[in-house]
């Protein structure tokens, strides 16, 4: 059940420093800390805790048993010039962290999301901008930041420091490491890293711990390697894989994610280096 903080605040366990808007509606079991402010237009599902000096606003939504600790700002307008205060919004899925210090934007233009999913991990002093779409279980450790529009799907690790640029892509159990500069998409299941990013590999422990079945894994393991090693080009490579490499959930998503690539995808770092 949930109810108006302005009626029923004995449902939640409200600091008497917070600030709660009276059209703020909070869910049963809600521990709200000191100082923390709480906007009009959010909502805070059941069990969750805002720990003290954080800030929710806009039209928000926080899904249940969520941990947002002390000094992050989840909701916030924008950071763009193209934004005019039109209504707009952010969704947080259930059981996912966010730590100090953490930035999260709505988005720009009327009645767009940036959204999160359930089960993510966001450490300290990321940031989230506007218009985003992050799946479940992401990690994203300290400092990393997405720009505008990036997309990150389900089982993604980012590394701390690492800057994904606006409008990337990064695939499913894909592994980002610390201080890349992302300016293309990031093929599921591989591992990249570096100015600008190179893909350095399958992210194989990350595919094991998913539970993806073994001939799953030899699936994509053989669609990397012609993606990667067999000089094609994406468009021949993409007809290749199709032709050769055994049909599976993995592997279409695999070749859909390629097909979607518009800003082009991280290439393999050579021996060399480059």
């Known amino acids: 059940m949930i109810v108006k903080a302005g009626s029923k605040k004995m449902a939640a366990n409200i600091h008497e420093s917070a600030v709660i808007s009276p059209s703020a509606v909070i869910g049963n079991n809600v521990e709200i800390g000191p100082y923390c402010v709480i906007g009009d237009n959010v909502e805070i599902g059941d069990g969750s805790k ?10 928000t939504s926080i899904g249940k048993d969520c941990r947002i600790f002390q ?3 989840v909701g916030e307008d924008p950071q763009d010039l193209k934004f005019k205060g039109e209504k707009s919004y952010t969704f947080i899925g259930d059981r996912t962290v966010i730590r100090e ?3 999260i934007h709505r988005a720009t233009g009327e009645e767009n999301e940036t959204r ?4 993510c991990l966001l450490m300290a002093y990321i940031h989230v901008a506007h218009n985003c779409i992050l799946g479940n279980h992401v990690i994203m450790s300290n400092l990393a930041s997405c720009a505008g529009h990036a997309i990150v799907e389900d089982r993604v690790v980012i590394g701390g420091m690492a800057g994904v640029h606006q409008f990337v892509k990064i695939g499913r159990n894909a592994m980002v490491g610390g201080m890349s500069k992302l300016v293309q998409d990031v093929v599921p299941y591989t591992i990249v890293d570096g100015h600008p990013a190179k893909v350095v590999g399958l992210n194989s422990v990350g595919i094991s711990r998913a539970g993806i079945p073994l001939e ?5 393991k053989k669609a990397y390697k012609i993606l990667y090693r067999s000089g094609l080009t994406l468009t021949e490579a993409i007809a290749v894989i199709e032709q050769e490499v055994d049909s599976c959930e993995e592997v279409e998503h695999f070749l859909r994610f390629l097909r979607n690539a518009e800003r082009g995808i991280c ?3 050579r021996e060399d280096g480059n």
Request: glycine fraction near 14%; aromatic fraction near 8%; proline fraction near 4%.
């Open 50 to 59: 805002i720990g003290p000096n954080a800030v929710v606003h806009g039209w």
């Open 71 to 73: 000094f992050a700002s």
């Open 101 to 103: 210090g953490a930035t």
């Open 116 to 119: 999160i999913g359930n089960d």
């Open 216 to 220: 799953a894994r030899h699936n994509i």
């Open 267 to 269: 290439r393999e770092r």
